[in-house]
């Protein structure tokens, strides 16, 4: 079975200060893929970006970027400068890529709060 | 905008009865997934269809039904309803049924059981 952990539940920064949201996964497949989504205060899902689990490199996005460490099992979140338009609550999802069934599993999400 | 429309956008309605979400997926995808969002449960998986086809089934009730139409939108029954079925409900759809496909998720319906 999957499962994704988000041990962070709440995390309070000032604005400019930069912020990492852990994620840690466990699944028995070789290939699965990993997200990142922000339900921003207005509820909707956005998704932020997917990770294959044999491609490591980490990714920078503007003032987001990932690591992925398949040896750890972690696919961690880093925003950089934050800004109060980053709070939101961040969800860790992992999907499996055998059989027929793509689900996501979430983790329990991590609330951001951006304090000007 | 990620394409996805659910609606309606809130539902307010009293235990034991009936009620119908709607999902319309982007343009072009085939497979739509329904995910509930709970404060003790989180963000769980539902149902998911892919071209007007069950699948693949999560934690879902038997008091809940979904189908996919021809046109590929997706309706979510739920019926007697309990306080516990208050929660946010999304739609999501993606392009076709795989795993390395990114989910986009329409703005959710929120249901409330009075």
């Known amino acids: 079975a999957q499962k994704v952990t988000q041990a962070q539940t709440e995390i309070s920064v000032v604005e400019k200060e930069d912020v990492t949201l852990d994620c840690v996964y466990e699944?028995?497949?070789?290939?699965?893929?990993l997200f990142w989504y922000k339900q921003p205060p207005s509820g909707e899902l956005v998704f932020l970006i997917r990770?294959?689990?044999?491609?490591?490199q980490n990714e920078i996005s503007g003032r987001y970027s990932w690591n992925f460490q398949k040896s750890t099992s972690s696919f961690n979140f880093t925003i950089t400068a934050s800004q109060v338009v980053d709070s939101a609550v961040y969800f860790c999802?992992?999907?499996?890529?055998?059989?027929?069934?793509?689900?996501?599993?979430f983790g329990k999400g991590i609330t951001l709060s951006v304090r000007p | 905008d990620s394409g996805v429309t659910q609606t309606p956008k809130h539902l307010i309605t009293a235990t034991g009865q009936r009620v119908t979400l709607r999902c319309s997926p982007r343009?072009?995808?085939?497979?739509v997934y329904w995910y509930q969002q709970s404060l003790d449960q989180g963000l769980q998986f539902l149902i998911q269809y892919y071209n007007g086809e069950e699948r693949a089934k999560g934690n879902i009730l038997e008091r809940f039904s979904a189908q996919q139409f021809p046109d590929l939108h997706s309706e979510l029954n739920l019926s007697s309803l309990e306080l516990g079925d208050s929660a946010l409900y999304f739609c999501?759809?993606?392009?076709?049924?795989?795993?390395?496909?990114?989910?986009?998720f329409g703005d959710g319906t929120r249901l409330s059981i009075l």
């Open positions: 990770r294959n689990s044999f491609d490591e």
């Open positions: 699944t028995r497949d070789t290939t699965y893929y």
């Open positions: 999802a992992l999907s499996e890529s055998t059989g027929a069934n793509s689900k996501l599993t």
């Open positions: 343009s072009g995808d085939l497979s």
């Open positions: 999501a759809s993606s392009v076709g049924g795989a795993g390395n496909q990114p989910q986009h």
